[in-house]
């Protein structure tokens, strides 16, 4: 069992990368915790990608971007979104959202805006933390919050393409496509959602998909999805039906509710339900039946100003923009130390370094879950009450064991591939993370006994 964590500093002893969802997750789970800390965020504002900007190089919503996740599922447990929030709040709302909430917690004060973190590294039983304008702190700990949207993924076709050519990274808004004939490659819920909205202005919108997904609508029988596909059915029939007669019934309860994308063009799914993260996207079915959004097979290569498909068709096309994920990357950190090849993440509970103390995860997950926030929250307290001697991590060979444990279970239950690779279900991992905090105290207690035999209390 590893050791509580020692004292060494009288002034903040930790750090916390990031301050989008994860980091003010991360902060106010301290800040309620009593612990001290510094907070580091390389933009001017908080919120990571709902923090709206014009500038190119820098994940942000898009204009007219409204999110996938229900009012109510997107929630810090103490601090809900307004009630009078549409069931699918705007990007500018989740942006204030998230605003409040920072000052709510009154974790404000603790936190530095532009200030980019430039190396992270162990130094005398903490961790070394070189800022952007050079300068150096120590601390106890460091919690990486920085999300995984910064370093985008483009697909090398061959050929070479002659019109105008974007990252969804960089994706604003869709005026700039005009009366432009605008291939959009890519099935995740950016591809989906920039497919739709740029059909709105294009004169010709092709959707371009590699592999078959499963897409689900925002309302169900007049309710939003949720209320539906509830989180607590996704738990049960997890927790009592075993893998994969849980997807064949989930597929099935797909079908039957909403019937046979591939009536509509689109690829029919290689894997069941929830075996990787859904796309979610209110109008491409309507787009593509109106004909404003043409689905297409993958890319085989680029000629000039047309693209050519993997079955044979040739497109004119005057822009292409690639809906095609990122890298997971750590810029301050020695890959020697932490690396997330391929989107493999070694972490006890994604969250604990089991060779590394005091280094720190939150919000490194995709999940089947609606709503992230209570997951990252989960997260940021198991790090809370770890930094504050009220948790105990396992031994590092214990902690080792589970994670080979848990990426052989994700590997059964999800599809191989780098966008499932560290997959999480989100009712399970919360129902987890809730067993595991009181393991932890236990074992956290146990260590104080052992220390103090003839402690009374």
């Known amino acids: 069992m590893s050791e509580p964590m020692q004292r060494t500093s009288t002034r903040a002893e930790i750090c916390v990368i990031g301050a989008g969802a994860a980091g003010i997750a991360a902060a106010k789970e301290l800040k309620l915790a009593g612990l001290a800390f510094d907070w580091y965020e390389q933009r001017d504002r908080v919120g990571g990608l709902w923090a709206y900007t014009d500038a190119p190089g820098v994940t942000s919503a898009w204009r007219t971007l409204n999110m996938n996740s229900p009012r109510g599922t997107y929630a810090f447990r103490e601090f809900p979104m307004p009630a009078d929030y549409p069931d699918y709040p705007r990007h500018e709302q989740v942006y204030a959202y998230l605003e409040r909430a920072v000052d709510w917690y009154g974790i404000r004060p603790h936190l530095r805006l532009g200030c980019a973190v430039a190396q992270v590294e162990p130094s005398y039983g903490g961790w070394a933390v070189t800022l952007g304008d050079g300068a150096t702190r120590q601390y106890d700990a460091v919690i990486v919050a920085n999300g995984h949207h910064n370093e985008p993924i483009w697909p090398s076709f061959p050929g070479a393409f002659d019109g105008e050519v974007i990252h969804s990274q960089d994706y604003r808004y869709r005026e700039r496509y005009a009366g432009k004939r605008v291939a959009v490659v890519g099935f995740g819920n950016s591809g989906a959602q920039i497919a739709v909205d740029v059909s709105f202005a294009a004169a010709e919108t092709l959707l371009s998909i ?246 009374t209390r």
């Open 210 to 455: 590699r592999r078959g997904g499963w897409l689900l609508p925002h309302y169900l029988f007049g309710l939003p999805l949720h209320k539906v596909l509830s989180a607590e059915l996704n738990y049960w029939l997890n927790r009592l039906v075993p893998w994969p007669l849980t997807g064949w019934a989930l597929t099935a309860t797909y079908r039957a509710l909403l019937g046979f994308p591939e009536r509509f063009g689109l690829p029919r799914p290689d894997h069941h339900f929830t075996a990787t993260q859904i796309t979610i996207s209110e109008n491409l079915l309507n787009r593509i039946g109106d004909g404003r959004v043409r689905v297409k097979p993958n890319v085989a290569r680029l000629d000039g100003d047309h693209v050519v498909f993997t079955d044979g068709s040739s497109e004119p096309v005057d822009a292409i923009v690639y809906c095609t994920g990122y890298r997971t990357i750590f810029p301050f950190l020695d890959p020697a130390i932490f690396a997330a090849a391929e989107n493999r993440v070694r972490l006890y509970q994604q969250i604990f370094h089991p060779q590394q103390p005091g280094l720190c995860f939150v919000g490194l997950f995709q999940a089947v879950a609606w709503g992230f926030l209570p997951l990252y929250e989960a997260q940021g307290r198991l790090v809370a009450a770890y930094l504050a001697d009220r948790y105990a991590l396992p031994e590092p060979a214990a902690m080792e064991q589970a994670i080979a444990q848990a990426m052989e279970r994700n590997a059964r239950r999800f599809l191989n591939s780098p966008r499932s690779n560290y997959m999480l279900n989100g009712p399970l991992y919360l129902a987890d993370c809730r067993v595991e905090l009181a393991r932890g105290r236990r074992r956290s207690a146990d260590s104080t006994h052992r220390q103090t035999p003839h402690d």
